[in-house]
């Protein structure tokens, strides 16, 4: 399956476990879900606080698009 495929099932999958957790109820089979970077879709280096991967996160960081967040030197 092709990354961006992958993305997809994903976003669907959050979309149900968000539909489980408004109904009280606990998503069954929830060790499917896991953590994907929204922009490029990578699995690992993914920072929860921002939602991407650290790739994308430093990019990001570089280009100023990320409020509050700049390159250290020291």
Same mark, same amino acid.
């Given at each position: ?14 979309e149900?476990?968000?539909? +489980? ?10 060790t *499917?879900? %896991?953590? !994907? ?5 990578? =699995?690992?280096? +993914? ?8 790739v994308?996160? *430093?990019? %990001?960081? !570089? ?5 509050? =967040? ?5």
């Amino acid at each position: 399956m092709a990354r961006k495929a992958l993305v997809v099932k994903q976003k669907k999958l959050l979309e149900k476990k968000l539909r +489980y957790q408004k109904m009280g109820k606990k998503m069954p089979k929830s060790t *499917r879900y %896991y953590n !994907r970077c929204q922009v490029c879709g990578r =699995v690992h280096g +993914y920072i929860r606080e921002y939602g991407i991967c650290r790739v994308c996160f *430093r990019k %990001y960081a !570089r280009e100023g698009l990320i409020a509050w =967040v700049r390159k250290a030197s020291w």
